[in-house]
């Protein structure tokens, strides 16, 4: 198995499942402000993406209130957020291995430190990038590079975990090989990924832990 010097996760749908509270949250969003009902299939398509490409995407003119009432919604309803099974144990053994954890994530920096989980997890990661610390977000490889730059990594020792394609696009563009969370065996989704897991010990596993 392939040994990696930084292991670096994308947050939601990776390490916290977060899934309903962002698709529920943005349909909620779309309803009060256009009064349009999306299904679940079209609000997932967004699951994941900075608020602002969302809101162009979607044909918000205002991206600043669309991000402000998406973000109140997610927080009514982040009841339902919660780390995926074995995740935190799993962070704390790569850490103990002397491997660099890294996070690279859509959120903003606000977003991220607001997050109850995050904030307990923070000893467990050398650099988190957030939406602000890069140019362009994913599906460009910035985020990723922005990463390896901050802490001295190089592409062919870095492994990327992720969730969506664009965290897959993010990480191959950046030249970094991928490792699909697929947590409720949906299957590719036409994600090349050079591993796959459904469980923390399936990415125990590839990370040789």
């Known amino acids: ?7 670096v996760f994308d947050i939601d749908g990776t390490l916290l499942d977060t899934e309903r509270t962002g698709v529920l949250s943005l349909l909620q969003t779309v309803k009060e402000l256009t009064g349009r009902d999306m299904t679940y299939q079209e609000g997932y398509e967004y699951f994941g993406t900075p608020s602002a490409r969302a809101s162009r995407e979607l044909g918000f003119s205002n991206a600043a209130r669309f991000a402000e009432v998406w973000e109140e919604h997610f927080q009514e309803l982040m009841y339902m957020v919660k780390p995926f099974p074995g995740v935190e144990q799993l962070l704390a053994d790569v850490k103990k291995a002397g491997r ?62 992720g969730d969506t394609v664009h965290d897959w696009q993010c990480g191959h563009a950046a030249g970094c090989d991928f ?5 409720f065996a949906r ?3 036409g994600i090349q990924a050079e591993y796959r897991f459904s469980d923390a010990s399936g990415l125990r596993q590839i990370l040789g832990l």
């Open 187 to 189: 299957g590719q989704q």
């Open 1 to 7: 198995m392939k040994q990696y010097t930084d292991i």
């Open 100 to 161: 660099r954890v890294g996070v690279v994530t859509s959120r903003s920096r606000f977003e991220f430190s607001y997050d109850p989980t995050m904030r307990l997890w923070m000893a467990f990661f050398n650099k988190v990038v957030c939406s602000e610390d890069s140019a362009r977000h994913k599906p460009f490889p910035d985020p990723m590079l922005a990463y390896m730059k901050a802490v001295g990594a190089v592409p062919e020792t870095t492994l990327f975990v």
């Open 179 to 183: 490792a699909h969370a697929d947590w």
